[in-house]
């Protein structure tokens, strides 16, 4: 981010106020991306563990078994 607003004073396009909604923006961003991920990562295990639980019934099950 440093190197973006340097660069944007050396433009003479920096605007302070505009950099801190940018800031508080990416911020609020990065937060929902976090949670984001542990939804994502909760479901793969949810969705791990009915694909465990259902094959484990079907293998169980002597009628599903037959080929």
Same mark, same amino acid.
């Given at each position: 981010?440093? %190197?973006? /607003?340097?660069? @944007?004073? +050396? =433009? #003479?396009? $920096? ?5 801190? %909604?940018? /800031?508080?923006? @990416?911020? +609020? =961003? #990065?937060? $929902? ?35």
């Amino acid at each position: 981010m440093i %190197r973006a /607003e340097r660069l @944007n004073q +050396q =433009l #003479g396009v $920096f605007n302070p106020e505009v950099a801190l %909604r940018v /800031e508080a923006i @990416n911020a +609020q =961003l #990065g937060r $929902f991306s976090a949670d984001l991920g542990k939804v994502a990562g909760a479901l793969a295990i949810i969705s791990a563990g009915i694909l465990g639980g259902t094959l484990r019934c079907t293998r169980g099950t002597p009628a599903l078994n037959r080929r």
